[in-house]
């Protein structure tokens, strides 16, 4: 059998069908470790194919295809299935979100949808292969502590044993048809940091009776870049930003305290734990220096995420294989973050993109934007792909 060009027909041939199981989780969106009819569906499909289901983390859900001698080796494939908390923009679509505030804005609607078609395909095809493949359905990716952290923490990785990993996420910077790959360092870790400045409000006629915490933030945020200007070597990818300043006092009124929360990324494990004790030390001088207090809170997230080398570089080329050299892109680093890292620091893994953008469908709004919304036909290179690359992977 040509199984390149089966799985190629078969992934054009359940398009249709995939398109109407996306459209219906978009439709019904859930929570980072709520989704209960997310994973309900996920085990009505994989039911349907003959395959038994696990539940790890309380709405993961975890499937084995297993092809001759199933023992030889596993690759496990991965997509995500939560939602934010974004509200959609009512653009006249068909298939918004009906519960309002809830939004797949990430595109993970797309990877579980993808997962299931890879899973009709590769059921079918058990016999051409030998080895598993684990079918790894995550919740909880866009909440700390992540749910791949939970899942490998209850056994995802085990029993039997992954040798692999493979997760796909879609990209509206690619066009649909075309995907990308990274070697190496690719992802950034992710830390949020929640900071109170307490000092003494009063009457904004009168700051010399006060100790104003509003100048003493504003001092603090421009203090704080000094640690990513000048404190980090220049080698090291580093972001610190803050997205939330809150000063609830009036034109006339200076508050007690100011609540500022932002994030921290890099790409050095030994940087990253540098930074937090630079920010801290600080943070604290610096306040305490103008009369105030600090509460610095940084909660510690996800790792930085790392492809393996030469699995990554395997991939890549059989992704040209499948989908033709030019439709195959290099992708450079991203301070983004996604706790697919987690699965990267246990295991061989590669963490591929997949081109969502089309003009003519206005398909080109970021990820996490009200507006955001993929072209349904990267379904096909959806799952046809991630098929292809896990037989590919167990035929070595």
Not at 89 to 109: L, Q, T
Not at 183 to 198: C, F, H, N, Q, R
Not at 205 to 219: E, Q
Not at 354 to 372: M, W
Request: proline residues 5%.
């Amino acid at each position: 059998m040509d199984v390149k060009k089966h799985i190629q027909d078969r992934a054009a041939s359940i398009l249709p069908a995939l398109v109407d199981i996306r459209r219906h989780i978009h439709q019904n969106p859930e929570l980072s470790f709520q989704e209960h009819e997310t994973a309900a569906l996920v085990e009505k499909e994989l039911h349907a194919l003959g395959l038994k289901t696990q539940r790890l983390a309380n709405t993961g859900v975890v499937a084995i295809i297993e092809g001759k001698n199933p023992s030889k080796k596993v690759v496990g494939l991965r997509a995500d299935m939560d939602a934010l908390p974004i509200v959609e923009v009512n653009d006249g679509r068909v298939y918004r979100s009906k519960k309002e505030g809830v939004m797949h804005a990430c595109g993970h609607d797309v990877h579980t949808t993808s997962l299931l078609g890879a899973a009709r395909i590769l059921t079918e095809l058990k016999d051409e292969f030998e080895g598993s493949i684990k079918l790894v359905f995550q919740p909880g990716e866009e909440r700390l502590p992540g749910g791949a952290s939970l899942m490998i923490a209850e056994g995802v990785l085990q029993n039997p044993k992954v040798d692999v990993m493979i997760g796909q996420h879609v990209m509206p910077g690619i066009e649909t048809g075309k995907t990308g790959f990274r070697p190496g360092l690719y992802m950034a870790s992710t830390d949020e940091i929640y900071v109170k400045v307490t000092g003494k409000g009063g009457h904004g006629a009168m700051p010399h009776f006060n100790i104003d915490p509003v100048l003493i933030s504003a001092h603090l945020i421009v203090a704080l870049q000094q640690i990513v200007s000048r404190a980090a070597n220049p080698a090291i990818p580093s972001v610190l930003s803050f997205g939330k300043v809150i000063a609830q006092g009036a034109t006339n009124v200076i508050p007690n305290e100011v609540i500022i929360e932002g994030t921290f990324r890099t790409l050095d494990e030994n940087w990253r734990a540098e930074a937090h004790q630079k920010m801290l030390t600080l943070a604290k001088g610096l306040v305490e220096g103008m009369g105030g207090t600090v509460d610095f809170d940084i909660k510690r997230g996800y790792p930085f995420l790392k492809n393996n080398e030469d699995l990554t570089e395997r991939l890549q080329s059989e992704a040209k294989s499948f989908l033709g050299e030019q439709n195959v892109e290099p992708l450079g680093i991203w301070m983004a973050a996604e706790d697919f890292s987690y699965f990267t620091q246990e295991v061989p893994s590669c963490f591929y993109r997949l081109g969502t953008r089309n003009e003519a469908k206005k398909t080109t709004f970021s990820v996490h934007h009200p507006s955001f919304d993929v072209d349904e036909d990267a379904l096909e290179q959806g799952c046809g792909l991630l098929a292809y690359l896990a037989i590919s992977e167990l035929q070595r």
